[in-house]
């Protein structure tokens, strides 16, 4: 009775453990950009999780007009001669230190023109960060920057399954779309994960541990990814066994909804660590994994162990940030 009592607490503390490392994530969005030039004297480009959010959003638009606001208060502190980078935190802190003096030469009709130096305007928020750049950057001043904003926010496509790097132009107010560029890659992704799995009629919990890749081909949205899984074994008397696979796999997104992923995709795994006798010699998994909504996964799958000699279905269910 002792004994049993002293299992649970253990197996206890570690779920615990999985539930708490589970809860810690990475992610790296390559989001969506729009960028606009003003009268061929100004490029923004503005970085955003989803381009189709600047239309129920003013915050953007409001931002740049502050930024405005800010360079003319500061107007008697900038140079001309070098170049500079000023840097806005949206209703906090405005800093400015030098750029990068390289010199920008044009060529134009076989010659080379001097344009100067390249100055730099940073806006950041939690939402979105705006990157200015101009020869001078105290001429926003005399330009209506947040007005070709509207503009551009107006003709803005239908949001599609693909992020994309939108271009316009806006001379003398007048705004024109000049491209429109899918991203061939979306994000890179490292995740850690807990879960349980049927296997051989009892319940293994487990740690996971992953990387990955999103991008678009012809419109659908591919994630191949490596990741390995730690399962926990407890032993009858008291000890645990932990056996870990390695699985590379390849996802599909099979949503039709622009905003929501469901995730199918196939996976092949392979026993790189084994201990305790849950498992032979030389052990393979194959099956699928399903994601109905981000942050759950459900993988059914095959066992191949013994050389080959023995096969048995499993399936785990489990969550991941």
């Not at 129920?56 to 001669?81: M, P, Y």
């Amino acid at each position: 009775m002792h004994v049993i009592s002293k299992i649970t607490m253990k197996q206890l503390c570690l779920i615990l453990m999985i539930l708490t490392l589970s809860t810690a994530s990475f992610g790296q969005m390559i989001r969506d950009s729009v960028i606009f030039y003003v009268d061929n004297r100004v490029e923004v480009n503005m970085a955003v999780p989803d381009y189709s959010d600047l239309k129920s959003s003013s915050g953007v638009v409001a931002a740049l007009a502050d930024f405005k606001r800010v360079v003319t208060q500061l107007q008697n502190q900038l140079s001309s001669e070098s170049a500079e980078v000023v840097r806005y935190s949206v209703g906090g802190s405005v800093t400015v230190e030098p750029g990068n003096q390289k010199i920008v030469y044009l060529r134009k009709e076989g010659s080379f023109t001097n344009t100067g130096v390249r100055d730099r305007g940073i806006i950041v928020s939690k939402e979105f960060k705006i990157f200015i750049t101009t020869s001078d950057i105290s001429s926003i001043t005399d330009l209506s920057l947040s007005e070709c904003l509207e503009k551009v926010i107006a003709i803005l496509p239908e949001k599609s399954r693909w992020s994309k790097s939108l271009y316009y132009e806006c001379i003398d107010g007048a705004v024109m779309k000049i491209d429109d560029r899918n991203n061939e890659l979306d994000f890179l992704e490292l995740t850690l994960g807990a879960g349980a799995g049927l296997v051989k009629n009892a319940w293994v919990p487990d740690v996971s541990f992953g990387v990955g890749i999103g991008f678009n081909k012809k419109g659908v949205a591919r994630f191949p990814y490596i990741s390995s899984n730690m399962l926990f074994d407890f032993g009858s008397e008291g000890g645990t066994n932990i056996n870990t696979f390695l699985n590379v796999g390849y996802g599909w997104d099979i949503s039709k909804q622009t905003k929501k992923k469901e995730i199918l995709g196939i996976e092949l795994g392979y026993l790189i660590s084994r201990q305790g006798d849950l498992f032979g010699e030389n052990t393979f998994k194959l099956g699928a994994n399903w994601s109905p909504v981000k942050g759950v996964f459900v993988n059914p799958h095959l066992y191949i162990t013994d050389n080959f000699n023995t096969v048995f279905p499993g399936i785990r269910v489990g969550f991941g940030f």
